[in-house]
């Protein structure tokens, strides 16, 4: 089943429809902004093979300016997604889809240049080819979640320390593969 409530935490095993999911949801999302989406990208855990998660699709789509990007707001609400302004990431706008109750997915627009994007698709890679990161990344959100049931913030939080640490390996490996 997909989707979560706003604010809970759920990690359940991965499931292989994730990825059609994702799928169907980018070509939605391409349809509706054509040549301005540059690509769309499955982040977060749904997009890892065998890693337990949240049960939202993550997605990102490269765009070439935030500020150009705000054009597909009356869009992409048109198609379910929620514009959720978040200045606490400030490369980016973020939406929701679905409705409170159950949110379904998270969709991302980001500059490909960008922090956000670059970090995240760092972050993604380095657990697909890792499989011990990947045991840990999993030990580690199955014990936060049962922690934090309710309390998503705290959940990210508990997390940040893993995503960093992955984070500077995954840059020192770009870099030394340069």
């Not at 670059?118 to 080819?129: D, Q, S």
Request: aromatic share 8%; proline share 5%.
């Amino acid at each position: 089943m997909l989707g979560l409530s706003r604010g809970t935490v759920r990690v359940v095993p991965y499931r292989p429809e994730w990825a059609a999911l994702f799928a169907r949801e980018a070509a939605l999302l391409r349809s509706i902004m054509g040549a301005a989406a540059l690509g769309v990208e499955h982040i977060g855990s749904t997009s890892i093979l065998s890693m337990d998660a949240k049960p939202i699709i993550d997605l990102m789509v490269a765009v070439n300016s935030l500020g150009g990007a705000k054009v597909w707001i009356p869009e992409l609400e048109a198609a379910g997604y929620e514009f959720r302004p978040d200045e606490t990431v400030p490369d980016r706008l973020f939406f929701a889809k679905g409705p409170r109750s159950r949110r379904t997915h998270h969709l991302s627009l980001a500059e490909p240049t960008s922090e956000f994007y670059v970090h995240k698709l760092l972050f993604r890679n380095f657990l697909r080819r890792c499989a011990e990161a990947r045991a840990e990344y999993r030990a580690l959100k199955k014990r936060l979640a049962r922690v934090h049931p309710e309390d998503r913030g705290a959940y990210t939080e508990g997390k940040r320390a893993f995503v960093e640490r992955i984070l500077s390996l995954a840059v020192a490996e770009t870099q030394a593969q340069r």
